[in-house]
């Protein structure tokens, strides 16, 4: 066996032994040699999607007049505000996606408060700058401004809607007072012209929100805060105060620092509830519903089932008709398997997190196996050719797979855009289980082509390098 071939089986190896232990933990954790603390931790479970865990499906529209056009990144950003909010909740593993021009499908399994997600969907998330004057309002108490919304979503004020943030030299006074019943407070600005905030740490080296203002609203701000130093400006969500800061200076420049008492989690917090607080697009529940797991474990069990059923036909197949070959190629099979689980259980850095498991997820996954051989039937049967022309065994191999290349290609490459047409449709509007099936079946025509253009290759020559095929012409069916 020459060196290429040599270096390939190291590297499946080392793929085969991580995947085996991919699969094998539920979780991994990575410790720093040097400390003793956490390096890297990841939860390797495999994920099941509604159908088969159970939960809440939850349907959304846009909560404005049916004349008004919503536009494709209003909605967008919309999915990824609410998708944050739903994250805030603990609830895991949220699935959301726009349906059309209008609508947001939202899929949450395992979710044992329904009311409590869906309360917390229907919020308006109405960010304001609230001028509190020199009395501070303790952090989570309910206030009342001068600010309304109207029914249709959209927001009618007596002052100007824009952003405002505040850049305090000094940390925040414990805004420890509870508002005055019967108060209205002021609303100098809403969370309208805030473009960013983010966490960064102050001149004492702690924790603290920095933000950035459009041109008009750093304009009000500017005048707002040259006229304030030293009063209290709070920020309030949905009229609950987030943070009470002082106005230590003028901010003239559209940017500041919010400054306080914060740990890195809770300045975070606020840096993400100032960047995703208002929707773009006022939503509304148009329907819900909850699912049953019941289904979801019969569908796993007829899954397991059928899946076991139709590997065992495979390598059954394989090992019959192929012989020896037929034989590697089980063994590159389970090397498929291996490899495509841990992908599921682990993802692609950069690429996407984990594969959440749906049961026409299940199904491409289930079909994909199948799939696999594909390229090793047409290459075994180009080599059983070369093997009755004269060939020797090394060549017959090598002519196999360059003969059939151009058919696996072409085949696999149909099967992809197909894959990609699915993931398109079911994106577009709304229909996960679609998305499911063409993201697993994808993934699993990829490491087919892998394990049956590298793997059953390098085990082939690794095996049968050294052997004469017309010495032995049953262990190759000829």
């Not at 308006?124 to 600010?147: C, N, Q, R």
């Not at 001149?203 to 203002?213: E, I, Q």
């Not at 997820?361 to 049967?381: H, K, P, Q, R, T």
């Not at 699993?444 to 020559?461: K, M």
Request: charged content about 15%; hydrophobic content about 45%.
């Amino acid at each position: 066996m020459n060196r290429r071939y040599t270096n390939w089986l190291i590297v499946i190896i080392i793929l085969i032994i991580i995947s085996a232990f991919i699969v094998s933990r539920d979780s991994i954790t990575i410790p720093n040699p040097f400390n003793g603390q956490t390096l890297f931790t990841r939860n390797t479970a495999i994920r099941l999607g509604l159908d088969l865990r159970g939960g809440l499906q939850t349907l959304l529209e846009a909560d404005v007049p049916a004349d008004s056009q919503v536009s494709a990144q209003d909605l967008a950003i919309t999915r990824q505000i609410l998708e944050n909010r739903a994250n805030g909740l603990g609830v895991s593993e949220v699935v959301m996606q726009t349906a059309g021009d209008r609508r947001i499908v939202a899929e949450f399994p395992g979710v044992s408060n329904p009311e409590e997600v869906v309360a917390a969907l229907q919020q308006t998330a109405l960010l304001e700058f609230v001028d509190f004057g020199t009395s501070p309002v303790a952090v989570g108490s309910k206030i009342e401004t001068d600010y309304q919304t109207s029914s249709a979503g959209s927001s009618v004020t007596p002052t100007p809607a824009v952003t405002a943030t505040v850049d305090p030299n000094q940390p925040t006074p414990d805004a420890s007072q509870p508002p005055t019943a019967g108060t209205v407070y002021k609303t100098v600005m809403t969370g309208a012209d805030l473009k960013e905030a983010n966490v960064q740490t102050d001149s004492f080296g702690k924790p603290a929100v920095g933000f950035n203002l459009s041109d008009k609203g750093a304009q009000i701000f500017s005048d707002y805060t040259s006229t304030h130093t030293g009063q209290y400006l709070g920020i309030v969500l949905d009229k609950t105060v987030i943070s009470a800061p002082v106005v230590n200076t003028p901010i003239t420049d559209g940017s500041g620092i919010i400054q306080g008492s914060f740990t890195a989690e809770e300045a975070n917090t606020l840096a993400v509830k100032l960047s995703y607080g208002a929707l773009p697009v006022p939503v509304k529940v148009v329907e819900s519903r909850t699912v049953g797991a019941t289904l979801g474990e019969e569908s796993v069990r007829k899954s397991l089932v059928a899946g076991l059923i139709g590997l065992t036909v495979v390598l059954l197949f394989m090992g019959l008709f192929y012989r020896v070959p037929g034989i590697i190629a089980d063994l590159a099979l389970f090397t498929y398997i291996l490899i495509t689980l841990a992908i599921f259980k682990f993802g692609i850095p950069g690429l996407f997190p984990y594969v959440t498991l749906t049961t026409p997820g299940i199904a491409g996954f289930i079909l994909s196996i199948g799939m696999a051989v594909d390229a090793n039937v047409l290459i075994f049967e180009r080599m059983k050719e070369e093997l009755r022309s004269g060939r020797n065994l090394r060549q017959a191999i090598d002519l196999g797979w360059t003969r059939a290349w151009p058919s696996i290609r072409d085949s696999n490459t149909s099967t992809l855009i197909t894959c990609l047409i699915l993931y398109i449709f079911g994106s577009s509007f709304g229909a996960s289980m679609v998305k499911g099936f063409s993201v697993t079946l994808a993934l699993g025509v990829l490491v087919s082509l892998f394990t049956a253009i590298i793997v059953t290759r390098t085990f082939l020559h690794t095996l049968l390098d050294n052997v004469k095929s017309v010495e032995h012409p049953r262990w190759f069916g000829l």
